[in-house]
């Protein structure tokens, strides 16, 4: 019985800390899913007998600043026992194509450059960004992505080009992507 008496103080404590962490998670998770890409599909790429295949992945994303646009990017992810762990570098060789799947409408004025979808490609260094220009002269959206490291950077990137043309026949006014650059 006395040892009830010890510990009884100690759990309010334990469940207080407890429910802050599960509070605190609740509270992340919706905002950090809303940021995730669509996975379309894998398809592995190099077998490993006991740890996961090494694959590419094809994702898709819709441009939150402009409606009527998609992207989808292919990235390959580690296998082996690193990448499972989710420890693994990933390599910087990401694809890239955008197009117009709608009206596009622009929801508010954009900088040059601006990031359009970011992730993570390792434990620390290294992500991904998608980021969108608008070539006022052609009234081209360009999105180019690239996979950037703290230490030395990289190279590696795609570019893809989104015309902004009338959708149907209904959809008179194009909008000049020049008017929502600040």
Same mark, same amino acid.
């Given at each position: 019985?006395?040892?009830?008496?010890?510990?009884?103080?100690?759990? $309010?404590? #334990?469940?207080?800390?407890?429910a802050?962490?599960?509070? /605190?998670?609740?509270? /992340?998770?919706?905002a950090?899913?809303?940021?995730?890409? +669509?996975?379309?599909?894998?398809?592995?790429?190099?077998?490993?007998?006991?740890?996961?295949? +090494?694959k =590419?992945?094809?994702y898709?994303?819709?441009? $939150?600043?402009?409606?009527?646009?998609?992207?989808?990017?292919?990235? $390959?992810?580690?296998?082996?026992?690193?990448?499972w =762990?989710? /420890?693994?570098? %990933?390599?910087?060789?990401i694809?890239?194509? @955008?197009r117009?799947?709608?009206?596009?409408?622009f929801?508010?004025?954009?900088?040059q450059?601006?990031?359009?979808?970011?992730q993570?490609?390792s434990?620390?260094? #290294?992500?991904?960004?998608?980021?969108?220009? @608008? +070539?006022?002269?052609?009234?081209v959206?360009?999105?180019?992505?690239?996979?950037? #490291? =703290?230490? %030395?950077?990289?190279? #590696?990137?795609?570019?893809?080009? /989104?015309?902004?043309?009338?959708?149907?026949?209904?959809?008179?006014?194009?909008?000049? @992507?020049? +008017?929502?650059?600040?």
């Open positions: 019985m006395h040892a009830k008496a010890i510990t009884s103080p100690q759990l $309010p404590w #334990k469940r207080l800390a407890l802050t962490v599960v509070l /605190v998670l609740g509270l /992340v998770q919706p950090a899913a809303a940021d995730e890409p +669509d996975l379309i599909f894998r398809r592995s790429t190099v077998f490993k007998w006991i740890s996961p295949n +090494d =590419l992945a094809t898709g994303v819709d441009d $939150p600043e402009v409606e009527g646009v998609a992207c989808h990017f292919t990235v $390959p992810e580690r296998g082996g026992f690193k990448g =762990l989710g /420890v693994a570098e %990933e390599v910087s060789d694809s890239l194509a @955008c117009q799947i709608g009206p596009i409408r929801k508010d004025k954009m900088s450059g601006d990031d359009m979808f970011r993570r490609r434990l620390f260094f #290294k992500k991904m960004q998608i980021v969108r220009g @608008c +070539d006022a002269k052609r009234n959206l360009v999105y180019m992505v690239y996979s950037d #490291k =703290l230490i %030395e950077g990289s190279p #590696k990137n795609s570019t893809s080009s /989104v015309p902004i043309m009338p959708w149907g026949a209904a959809d008179t006014a194009v909008q000049k @992507c020049s +008017d929502f650059i600040q």
